[in-house]
């Protein structure tokens, strides 16, 4: 850091807490910094040698002369407060409109694992049911109906598994899109509300 970068660092942290004395502050640290070059020293060396502009601002602050953050103007809380209760109509809807659709969203987003659940449960279990009640039919209606309610079951069975793992695969790379999604709106939730501030 270099002398103007610091003083000029110094000065905004100085405005920015509302220090009564920082213009005497800005010039004796210029001073000093100007002396111990006369002396030989470097920019660095100094500016390492200093504390930083924030520590200097922590040490002027005594129980007498607190540091202040700027604070807004009572007439404007009100005005925002009053905005805020008026305008709440639309802002409300629109909120409102902006949760639903994202809750939309994520639906639609789980809404093929889930099927994909169901078509695989259905396909195993009917597939099973089938394969063992094929036995019984081939008893009462005969050998050939039988074989061929064997064979549908074990295809109910093979499209049930195949349904069961593109649901697995679905689901792994889906909690991962989510978690993006979901952290991305949080981070741009969170961005807002600090400009906001």
Known sequence: MTKNQFIKQL??????YGISDAANTIDYYDELIDDRLEAGETEAEIIASLAT???I???LAT???????K???PMLIILIS?????????????LLTAIILVALGYFLIWLGPFLGAIFAAAGILGGSVSL?????VGLQEGWI????QLGISFVMVGVGLICAGATWYMTKYLIRFSVGITRWLVGMFRSRLKVVA
Not at 82 to 94: A, E, F, H, Q
Not at 132 to 136: K, Q
């Open 71 to 73: 604070k807004m103007a």
């Open 53 to 55: 502009p924030a520590q």
């Open 63 to 69: 129980p007498d002369k607190p540091v202040r953050q």
């Open 82 to 94: 009053i905005l805020l209760v008026l305008g709440s109509p639309l802002w409300g809807t629109l």
């Open 57 to 59: 601002v922590a040490q």
């Open 145 to 148: 109906i039988a074989v061929m």
């Open 11 to 16: 000065a905004a942290e100085l405005t920015r």
């Open 132 to 136: 063992v009640l094929s036995f019984f």
